[in-house]
């Protein structure tokens, strides 16, 4: 079937972590534009978005409309208005505070307990995000590089700290995400709900879908798309994603 829109993860799958895209990028996402509908979805706030992606973008402004925005892993959904000229939340899947003071606690519990709480972080090491909480365990405005070897010394690491938060929150979704963090959304409300509201705001199928993303095995907060159905393309590094796009433009061009 043919291919309405074109998904993305953020963090190293269009960018550097925490990063603004590069021009290569920028440029190939206003292409890609011409032709399909782009939906990025990760785990990081609107405003990282508007830093990383958006601000980054030299398209007109009747092109924004086809950019779908979905922060904190789809429990939250921006488009934008021509006519007002700014970004309108579309919903909000935030926690209650008593769950985000449930999951925090627990979260810091299993950081410490497996030895990975931070003791000079770079900022926040546990990030509330409104509809999702996450922990980044050097810091979350850790530098890339940094992030990327603590990724690769600690990532069995990691994943026993999700499986312990995950063993005392059950109601709630706990995935990894980016290099060096873990996200926490309620049950059900994960990048596969995105995808879904996605396809009911535009009105297409899943078929319709082709998603591109790092954290692809389970587990990783991208999984939830490729067992919901849809198909997907697996890449480590933004320059994976260049190399996908120029294909998918190529078949694109001839096509037309």
């Known amino acids: 079937m043919t291919k309405k829109v074109i998904a993305f993860d953020l963090d190293d799958t269009l960018a550097v972590t925490k ?5 290569q990028m920028g440029e190939m996402l206003v292409k890609l534009l011409e032709h399909y509908d782009i ?53 909000a899947e935030d926690l209650s505070e008593a ?5 925090i606690a627990v979260t810091e519990k299993a950081a410490r307990g497996e030895g990975l709480w931070p003791e000079n972080p770079y900022g926040e090491v546990i990030e509330d995000r409104g509809s999702q909480i996450s922990i980044s365990f050097l810091g979350q405005q850790a530098p890339a590089e940094e992030k990327y070897a603590w990724a690769a010394k600690h990532s069995e690491d990691r994943l026993k700290v999700r499986s312990a938060i995950a063993e005392q929150i059950p109601d709630f979704e706990v995935r990894a995400g980016g290099s060096t963090t873990i996200d926490i959304t309620r049950l059900g409300i994960d990048k596969a709900y995105g ?48 190399l996908v796009l120029e294909g998918v433009l190529g078949v694109t061009d001839t096509n037309d």
Not at 99 to 103: A, F, Q, T
Not at 202 to 225: H, M, R, W
């Open 195 to 242: 995808m879904q509201k996605l396809c009911e705001a535009i009105d297409i199928s899943k078929e319709e879908i082709l998603f591109v993303g790092d954290k692809l095995d389970e587990g990783g907060n991208d999984y939830p798309v490729k067992a919901m159905g849809i198909d997907t393309v697996a890449v480590e590094r933004w320059e994976d994603t260049i």
């Open 39 to 91: 939906c990025i979805i990760s785990g990081g706030k609107f405003e990282q978005f508007r830093k990383q992606v958006v601000d980054r973008l030299e398209a007109p402004v009747h092109k924004l409309n086809r950019l779908h925005l979905m922060p904190t892993c789809g429990t939250r959904y921006y488009r934008y208005d021509e006519l007002k000229d700014e970004w309108k939340i579309q919903y």
């Open 99 to 103: 769950e985000k003071k449930n999951i």
């Open 19 to 23: 990063s603004p895209i590069s021009d």
